[in-house]
C-alpha cells in the first residue's frame, strides 16, 4: 500500500487555508490602517503644542504652520509634500502647501481640511487620511483645549 494524501485531502487543506486567509486580511487591513492613524494623534499634539508655544509668545494663534507667521511645526523630514514623504495624512489648514499644510504619502486633498483655522482665541487643526484605500477619509481635529475630534471615521 502506497503512503501520501489524496488529492481531496489536499484540496481540504487549501480550502481551509484560504478561508483563514480571508478571515486574516480584513484584520491586517484594519490594524495597518489603526497604525497611522496613531501617527495622526501624535503629530496633532506636536501642532497643539506648536500652536501654545506661538500663542504665549504672540498672544495669537498662529495663522500657518510654517513660514515667517508660521507656528514653526513641519513634519519630520519634510520632502515636499506626496509620495516622497515619511507620514501619511494631510495636515493642516487651508492655504498653502509647505506653509499652511503639509500633504503625506496618501496624497489626500488639503480641500479636506477645510474646517481648519486660527484666530487669537482659538484654533482648529485638521488631519485627513485615506488610511483603507480610496473608500472614505479619516478625518481628525484638534483645538486649543487639546480635544481631538474624529470627523469622519474610516476605520468603522
Same mark, same amino acid.
Given at each position: ?5 489524496? /488529492?481531496?485531502? +489536499? ?8 478561508? +483563514? ?10 490594524f495597518l ?7 495622526? %494623534?501624535?503629530?496633532?499634539h ?8 506661538y @500663542? #504665549?509668545?504672540?498672544?495669537?494663534? #498662529?495663522?500657518?504652520? #510654517? &513660514?515667517?507667521?508660521?507656528?514653526g @511645526? *513641519?513634519?519630520?523630514?519634510?520632502? &515636499?509634500?506626496g509620495?516622497?514623504e515619511?507620514?501619511? %495624512? !494631510?495636515?493642516g489648514?487651508?492655504? !498653502?502647501e509647505g506653509?499652511? %499644510?503639509f !500633504? &503625506?504619502? /496618501?496624497?489626500t486633498?488639503?480641500? /479636506? ?26 478625518? /481628525?481635529?484638534?483645538? *486649543?483645549?487639546?480635544?481631538? !475630534?474624529?470627523? *469622519?471615521?474610516?476605520l468603522?
Amino acid at each position: 500500500m502506497k503512503s501520501g494524501f489524496t /488529492l481531496i485531502e +489536499l484540496m481540504v487543506v487549501v480550502a481551509i487555508v484560504v478561508f +483563514l486567509t480571508m478571515l486574516a486580511i480584513p484584520n491586517f487591513t484594519r490594524f495597518l490602517a489603526k497604525a497611522k492613524r496613531t501617527e495622526a %494623534y501624535a503629530n496633532l499634539h506636536a501642532l497643539y503644542m506648536a500652536q501654545k508655544a506661538y @500663542w #504665549a509668545e504672540h498672544g495669537t494663534y #498662529a495663522p500657518a504652520l #510654517a &513660514g515667517p507667521q508660521g507656528a514653526g @511645526w *513641519q513634519p519630520e523630514g519634510y520632502k &515636499g509634500g506626496g509620495l516622497q514623504e515619511n507620514f501619511y %495624512y !494631510t495636515y493642516g489648514l487651508p492655504g !498653502t502647501e509647505g506653509t499652511h %499644510y503639509f !500633504t &503625506g504619502k /496618501l496624497n489626500t486633498p488639503a480641500s /479636506l481640511l477645510s474646517g481648519g483655522y486660527a484666530n487669537k482665541d482659538s484654533f482648529v487643526i485638521m488631519a485627513a487620511g485615506y488610511i483603507n484605500g480610496e473608500k472614505k477619509p479619516d478625518i /481628525l481635529s484638534i483645538n *486649543q483645549d487639546n480635544k481631538i !475630534t474624529i470627523v *469622519q471615521d474610516a476605520l468603522l
